[in-house]
């Protein structure tokens, strides 16, 4: 089972900031990595797909970066509407798994 | 646009088994791979498994292997997922999606209490 390791758990943020979070694979998952928010009481919103491919309606301040093992989902200018848990999610080999979830908070 | 309509909540008693469906809409349930995915109170996202229509498979994630069943409705759209032996700690919320998460449904709350 290829296990997903993001970094950190928990992020307070002041407005503006950018805001990085990591995904790490236990073994190379090429491009087959997806970034999700989810707010509370909501079901996942899918954010950036296959690594970095941007998704229709999705603000342009949200980008995703990286191959093989290490991943990272960037938030260029954090507002308010932003606070959220993010979680990875590997779909390249069978057991699919998620990485733990970064809670990003609003200062 | 792909929509996912799940049913309503369910309220279960420990060793029972839950039938949760998932409706789909703007697309044939037959030309998609659906997921289910499940979110324990306060915790992150666990994969159950999946049916892929293109390969006629239904794969399972080991630890449900045995206890959990993807079975799909053609001529209602509708796909669903049926949880045996139910424990407390399968209290959670459980959700249908499409491939790589691009559609949810609205999440469906399985409480499992003696």
């Known amino acids: 089972e290829i296990v997903l390791t993001q970094s950190p758990d928990f992020q307070s943020v002041t407005p503006k900031e950018r805001v990085t979070i990591t995904c790490r694979a236990s073994q190379s998952i090429g491009s087959s990595l997806h970034w999700f928010q989810q707010k509370p009481g909501q079901s996942p919103k899918l954010l950036i797909t296959?690594?970095?491919q941007s998704i229709s309606g999705v603000p342009s301040r949200f980008s995703g970066s990286g191959s093989g093992t290490d991943f990272t989902l960037t938030i260029n200018g954090l507002e308010t509407e932003d606070a959220a848990a993010y979680y990875c999610?590997?779909?390249?080999?069978?057991?699919?798994?998620f990485g733990g979830g970064t809670k990003v908070e609003i200062k | 646009q792909v929509e996912l309509v799940q049913s309503g909540a369910e309220v279960k008693t420990p060793g029972a088994s839950v039938k949760v469906s998932c409706k789909v809409s703007?697309?044939?349930?037959?030309?998609?791979?659906i997921h289910w995915v499940r979110q324990a109170p306060g915790k992150g996202l666990e994969w159950l498994g999946s049916?892929?229509?293109?390969?006629?498979?239904?794969i399972y994630a080991p630890r449900f292997q045995g206890r959990v069943t993807m079975t799909e409705d053609p001529s209602t759209d509708t796909a669903y997922m049926e949880l045996s032996s139910l424990r407390s700690e399968d209290t959670a919320l459980y959700f249908c999606t499409t491939e790589a998460g691009h559609s949810w449904g609205q999440g469906t709350l399985v409480t499992v209490s003696s």
């Open positions: 703007g697309h044939r349930v037959t030309q998609l791979a």
């Open positions: 296959y690594a970095s």
């Open positions: 049916f892929d229509p293109e390969d006629d498979e239904t």
């Open positions: 999610h590997q779909t390249s080999s069978s057991p699919l798994t």
